[in-house]
T-cell receptor, first 111, second 115 residues
Framework: QKEVEQDPGPLSVPEGAIVSLNCTYS??????FMWYRQYSRKGPELLMY????GNKEDGRFTAQVDKSSKYISLFIRDSQPSDSATYLC???????????FGAGTTVTVRA | EAGVVQSPRYKIIEKKQPVAFWCNPI?????LYWYLQNLGQGPELLIR????????DSQLPKDRFSAERLKGVDSTLKIQPAELGDSAVYLC?????????????FGPGTRLTVL
C-alpha cells in the first residue's frame, strides 16, 4: 500500500462548478501538507500549503486537513478552464525534506 | 526572479546510450533535488543535495545513475547505460533549507524517451 493515496480521476466538470479533490495517507508523522498544480508538460507549482490540521483559503482555493482521519482535501470554487491541470497532493514530516506525493488527479473544466 | 532551469527539455536516445540532464536552481537555494516522474504518477525523489553534499541518495539506482553538484550550485544527473524503463520525466527542484515548511520549487523537467 502506498504511503499517500490519491484518486487519479480523471475528473471533468463544467465551468463554474466546485471541484473537490482529496488524498488519504498512512504516516501519522506528516505535518506539512501541500497541493501542487501541474499543467501538461510543465513542472509542479505549489498551490496551497497547510501546516497540521485546519483549513486554509486563498481566493477560489480552500485546503482542508483532518489529521484524525489522515485525510486532506482541496476545493476549487467557480472553476475556470484555466484550472484544467493535474493536482498533486504532497506531504512531509518535520525535519524531513522528503516529499511524499500522491499520483495526481487530472481535472478538466469544460467551457 | 528566475525559476529552476533545466535542459534539455526533451531527449530521445536508444537503449544502452548515456544521457545527462542539467539543472540550475533558484539563486540562493542551497538544497537541490532530483525527482523521477513516471506517467500518471507523482514525483519520486532520487537524490537530495545540501550545497555540494549528497545527503540522501538512498533511492538513486547507483549501478547506472550518478549525480554531481560540484560547486553547490548547478547539478548534473547522468544515466549510463539507459534502459527502456528509464523513459520518464526527470524533475529538478530547489529550496532554501532555512525555511521549516520545505517549500520546493520545480523546474519544467526533462522528458526522456529511450527507444
Amino acid at each position: 500500500q502506498k504511503e499517500v493515496e490519491q484518486d487519479p480521476g480523471p475528473l471533468s466538470v463544467p465551468e463554474g462548478a466546485i471541484v473537490s479533490l482529496n488524498c488519504t495517507y498512512s504516516n501519522s508523522a506528516f505535518q506539512y501538507f501541500m497541493w501542487y498544480r501541474q499543467y501538461s508538460r510543465k513542472g509542479p507549482e505549489l498551490l496551497m500549503y497547510t501546516y497540521s490540521s485546519g483549513n486554509k483559503e486563498d481566493g477560489r482555493f480552500t485546503a482542508q486537513v483532518d489529521k484524525s482521519s489522515k485525510y486532506i482535501s482541496l476545493f476549487i470554487r467557480d472553476s475556470q478552464p484555466s484550472d484544467s491541470a493535474t493536482y498533486l497532493c504532497a506531504m512531509s514530516a518535520p525535519n524531513d525534506y522528503k516529499l511524499s506525493f500522491g499520483a495526481g488527479t487530472t481535472v478538466t473544466v469544460r467551457a | 526572479e528566475a525559476g529552476v532551469v533545466q535542459s534539455p527539455r526533451y531527449k530521445i536516445i536508444e537503449k544502452k546510450q548515456p544521457v545527462a540532464f542539467w539543472c540550475n536552481p533558484i539563486s540562493g537555494h542551497n538544497t537541490l533535488y532530483w525527482y523521477l516522474q513516471n506517467l500518471g504518477q507523482g514525483p519520486e525523489l532520487l537524490i537530495r543535495y545540501e550545497n555540494e553534499e549528497a545527503v540522501d541518495d538512498s533511492q538513486l539506482p547507483k549501478d547506472r545513475f550518478s549525480a554531481e553538484r560540484l560547486k553547490g550550485v548547478d547539478s548534473t544527473l547522468k544515466i549510463q547505460p539507459a534502459e527502456l524503463g528509464d523513459s520518464a520525466v526527470y524533475l529538478c527542484a530547489s529550496s532554501f533549507s532555512g525555511l521549516t515548511n520545505n517549500e520546493q520549487f520545480f523546474g519544467p523537467g526533462t522528458r526522456l524517451t529511450v527507444l
